[in-house]
């Protein structure tokens, strides 16, 4: 299987920081990469997908970027509805669909 | 506004078995494969596999091939999870998604997010 590998596992920041999350997978996987945040309690709610995609109504200052093994999820400038849970998760057709370990992001 | 509603939360006790469902609206059943997730307590996501409401084909991860039984009805537009003999291990959250239509597939499954999920259906196991 394709490992997924996230980092930081948990970021502190400030409302209005730039916030970066990594993403790297054990094997290239092109752009069939997604990312979701979770809120407690909540299921996941899908931001991007193939990598820099934007999902309908999910704020422009979420964006992603990479291909083949390194990703990067950015929020441009943090807001107070952000502090979550973070997730990539790689969807390729020739391997088990895999999830990172999660990125929490919390309030400094 | 395509919608998955999750069975309500379950209790069960060792070797019991269960079936929770999704039930899908607000679009035509037959258009997106759904998904589960499982999320154990305080731990992260992982994919269990996907099915197709159109034909049933099924695609399982191998780490729960043989452990769970996915499974979908058209005509009631449910997509279903079903164990046969619950463990404690098998406590956890477990959600439903869409898989988004990328326009492409591979081996006659498709490549995609997971669009929208469903509220998440709680599964206890205890003696």
């Known amino acids: 299987d394709i490992q997924m590998t996230q980092s930081p596992s948990t970021l502190s920041a400030s409302v209005g920081d730039r916030v970066t999350i990594a993403c790297r997978a054990s094997?290239?996987?092109?752009?069939?990469l997604a990312w979701y945040q979770q809120k407690p309690g909540k299921a996941p709610k899908l931001l991007i997908y193939?990598?820099?995609s934007l999902e309908s109504g999910v704020p422009s200052r979420f964006s992603g970027s990479g291909s083949g093994t390194e990703f990067t999820l950015t929020i441009s400038s943090l807001q107070p509805d952000d502090f979550a849970t973070y997730y990539c998760?790689?969807?390729?057709?020739?391997?088990?669909?895999?999830f990172g370990q999660g990125t929490k992001v919390e309030i400094k | 506004e395509v919608q998955l509603v999750q069975s309500g939360a379950e209790v069960k006790k060792p070797g019991e078995s269960l079936k929770i469902s999704c039930k899908g609206s607000?679009?035509?059943?037959?258009?997106?494969?759904i998904g589960w997730v499982r999320q154990m307590p305080g731990k992260g996501l992982q994919w269990l596999g996907i099915?197709?409401?159109?034909?049933?084909?099924?695609r399982y991860s191998p780490s729960f091939q043989g452990q769970v039984t996915i499974s979908a009805d058209k005509s009631i537009s449910n997509a279903y999870l079903q164990w046969s003999s619950l463990k404690a291990s098998d406590t956890a959250m477990y959600y439903c998604?869409?898989?988004?239509?990328?326009?492409?597939?591979?081996?006659?499954?498709?490549?995609?997010?997971?669009?929208?999920w469903g509220q998440g259906t709680m599964v206890t196991v205890s003696s």
């Open positions: 998604a869409t898989v988004d239509d990328s326009g492409y597939s591979y081996g006659g499954f498709p490549i995609g997010a997971f669009g929208t």
């Open positions: 094997q290239g996987i092109s752009r069939w």
């Open positions: 099915v197709s409401p159109a034909n049933s084909n099924i």
């Open positions: 193939k990598a820099s």
């Open positions: 998760q790689q969807y390729n057709g020739y391997s088990p669909w895999t």
């Open positions: 607000g679009y035509s059943f037959t258009d997106y494969w």
